[in-house]
């Protein structure tokens, strides 16, 4: 089946309103500029296509601002390693960067961290129990790096999963927020997260209102992390929206 993909990359904005860089001055909400002119609440456009890899049985391309991915995924098929019978498949994940996607090379995060948080993310929303005793392999490949790598790995695969025909309870849809004095900045890019306070990232499955996972670094207060949380909700729910569009317009497009 070709793959198929929105006629343009569409927004999905909430409705609510180690060694650092020099970051500009705090300012007010009014006064603040981001790198790419967007506000302080609004997201990077999202650009999403299924089918990008013929091979495989699933596949999703992914493109937020600067941030560039594409996932494949493979099986269900025979497990390889020897195990008893299990009533639940296995879920296997790997995340790795080209070598061209950062500007400095090396400066990439950590892939075996990141693989880690991609697996926790996912699996609460797999069906495992839909294909015993076989596994799912799933295969991130960071093509530029933009800053919101995580979230956008993490809502591209759930996109290549459904494609593949996994059962799923829900899509799964990741949005991150930095803190930056008193601001919160959703979907930040690499330059926002290089003198970031703190960080907030939510994978959630919007149409259950259930998080699969949270991730918190710095300090926050509690008024800022409520913040913050509706913040994500928000926008995952959009986003979700979006991808569930993506899979609409594919299945109802022209099959080979």
Not at 3 to 32: C, F, M, V
Not at 116 to 138: C, N, Q, R, Y
Request: net charge neutral.
């Amino acid at each position: 089946m070709a793959g198929k993909s929105s006629a343009a990359a569409a927004t999905y904005s909430p409705s609510l309103t180690g060694q650092r860089k020099k970051r500009p001055p705090i300012q007010t909400d009014s006064e603040w500029v981001r790198p790419d002119g967007r506000g302080l609440h609004q997201c990077r456009p999202a650009f999403l296509k299924t089918g990008a890899v013929n091979s495989a049985s699933g596949s999703a391309y992914a493109e937020f601002g600067n941030t560039k991915v594409i996932v494949s995924v493979f099986g269900p098929r025979e497990s390889k390693k020897a195990m008893m019978y299990s009533n639940a498949g296995r879920l296997n994940c790997n995340v790795s960067y080209t070598t061209f996607a950062s500007p400095v090379r090396g400066q990439t995060p950590e892939a075996k961290d990141l693989s880690s948080m991609l697996h926790k993310a996912l699996e609460g929303a797999i069906i495992l129990k839909s294909f015993p005793k076989t596994t799912v392999d799933v295969f991130a490949l960071v093509l530029e790096s933009g800053g919101g790598d995580l979230p956008v790995i993490t809502s591209c695969a759930s996109l290549a999963l459904a494609d593949a025909g996994i059962m799923l309870y829900d899509m799964v849809a990741s949005v991150s927020v930095s803190c930056i004095g008193k601001n919160l900045l959703i979907d930040p890019v690499s330059e926002e997260e290089s003198y970031q306070d703190g960080s907030l990232m939510i994978t959630c499955m919007p149409s259950r209102n259930e998080v699969t996972q949270m991730t918190v670094t710095g300090e926050w207060s509690t008024t800022k992390i409520n913040e913050g949380m509706q913040l994500c909700l928000d926008a995952c729910s959009k986003l979700g929206k979006i991808m569930r569009s993506c899979l609409k317009e594919a299945a109802s497009g022209p099959q080979d």
